[in-house]
């Protein structure tokens, strides 16, 4: 099979005048026993005839006139100069000997979609075949000038030549394996085109039923469309609707910003009034310590309130009962116990003399006092220490941290020291 392709290649390519000596040779002595070759060669050479004949605008060649030509005194004579060329030496009965003619095929009937299908690829095979030969017979001319000028200049470009020839030869080729792919093509189409025009009788049927079934979604889609026409201009309608709506949206939007902003800032009012009147509250309910604090001489209230380092107020705030010489109660309130929640912290109340190189002495911790009012509370009582200390201030520090020396930032500070203002 491989070697059929090899000589249908080779019936091509010799069809266009492609061919290098020593394949005209292969291909002669191939034909000269080879019927399906000898029929592909006068296919070859009468497409090609026919294509040649439009391009130059003659009449076409016959079938009789096509088939004479294979062993034609020109084609002779151009075979055997490609074969001097190519080094390839004949015996006087083997140059004499002509090329059989080659079997005409019988006609067949065709019924006209088979006609039109080969008639299309025989017309693919004309125009590939034919501009091959064009294309071919052109550079083979042009090639021809540069041959010309080198055996002027003594052979300069003789290499180059030689080149040029190689690569059309590759080209030429290359159409001609084509040409077999595109009849192989065709077979296979008219294979096919005749396998449907058996089932054509019993398909008849089914066509009406496509028909049919075609007429329903044609309807179906012009009621479809329809629908969608009116959805579009419902659509249109809502946008405009959207776009007005959005105007006096952007016309209002400021002086919606401007009443979120007081909103805001009297909803903080609010609550900072709110958490004031709990402490209050507190306060008032904290029990019998604070009335008998209330009672008790040199009595200070101080009222603590934290800032941050901008000097602005932070929501931590705290009041400290201090007996000078008895007791320290001290209520916070508000702190910051993220911490507290996420690992071991505490907040510290440190006691300390003013002055220098004094250090802070460690009273003890905050306990949560109310969870729900966010209110803590520190009680000492130690006559000794209190006396000793002139400020108390609070840090956040580690549960197994140094307990002689604050790491953490001061989130309140108070001076006891001031003037008694209880009773």
């Known amino acids: 099979m491989l070697k059929h392709e090899h000589f249908e290649e080779l019936c091509a390519a010799a069809s266009i005048g492609q061919a290098s000596g020593a394949e005209l040779a292969e291909l002669r002595e191939h034909i000269g026993w080879c019927s399906t070759c000898q029929e592909r060669y006068s296919e070859f050479l009468g497409l090609n005839a026919a294509q040649y004949a439009k391009t130059a605008r003659d009449e076409e060649l016959s079938r009789e006139e096509a088939v004479s030509s294979i062993d034609s005194t020109l084609f002779r004579e151009r075979f055997l ?38 008639a299309a690829g025989v017309a693919l095979l004309a125009v590939v075949a034919g501009g091959g030969y064009y294309a071919g017979t052109r550079r083979v001319s042009l090639a ?9 200049q003594m052979g300069a470009a003789d290499e180059q030549h030689k ?13 001609a394996t084509e040409i077999v792919s595109l009849r192989r093509s065709l077979v296979s189409e008219s294979s096919k085109l005749s396998e449907l025009e058996l089932n054509n009788s019993a398909s008849a049927k089914d066509r009406l039923v496509l028909v049919a ?61 709110s958490s004031a009147l709990a402490r209050e ?56 116990d993220a911490k507290l929640k996420e690992a071991s912290y505490q907040f510290r109340i440190w006691g300390k003399k003013e002055g220098p190189n004094q250090r802070a002495r460690n009273l003890g911790i905050f306990f949560s006092d109310d969870k729900s009012q966010k209110r803590w509370v520190f009680e000492y009582g130690d006559p000794k220490v ?37 009773p």
Do not use: C
């Not at 021809?144 to 002027?152: D, E, G, L």
């Not at 002139?390 to 580690?398: G, I, N, Q, Y």
């Open 81 to 118: 100069k490609k074969a001097a060329a190519e080094g390839i030496v004949f015996s006087g009965n083997g140059v004499d000997r002509s090329l059989p003619e080659p079997e005409v095929r019988s006609r067949r009937i065709w019924n006209w979609p088979q006609l039109a299908t080969v």
């Open 213 to 273: 079934r075609i007429r329903e979604r044609e309807d179906a889609i012009a009621n479809l469309q329809s629908r969608l026409d009116e959805a579009e201009g419902s659509l249109t309608n809502i946008r405009s609707a959207y776009e007005t709506a959005k105007l006096n949206l952007g016309s209002n939007q400021a002086s919606l910003i401007e009443d979120q902003v007081k909103i805001h800032e009297l909803t903080n009012q609010l609550a900072e009034k």
């Open 281 to 336: 509250r507190d306060m008032l309910s904290a029990g019998r310590d604070v009335r008998d604090l209330m009672s008790a001489r040199n009595l200070h209230i101080v009222d603590v309130f934290d800032t941050d380092p901008k000097g602005k107020t932070r929501p931590v705030f705290g009041r400290i009962f201090f007996t000078e010489g008895k007791s320290l109660l001290f209520y916070a309130y508000d702190m910051p």
């Open 386 to 422: 209190l006396s000793e200390i002139d400020s108390v201030f609070v840090t956040l520090e580690p549960s197994n941290g140094d307990p002689n020396r604050p790491k953490g930032d001061k989130l309140m500070y108070a001076y006891l020291r001031g003037q008694a203002n209880h």
């Open 163 to 175: 080149s040029a020839i190689a690569s059309l030869e590759a080209e030429n080729k290359d159409l």
């Open 144 to 152: 021809r000038v540069p041959t010309n000028i080198a055996v002027k």
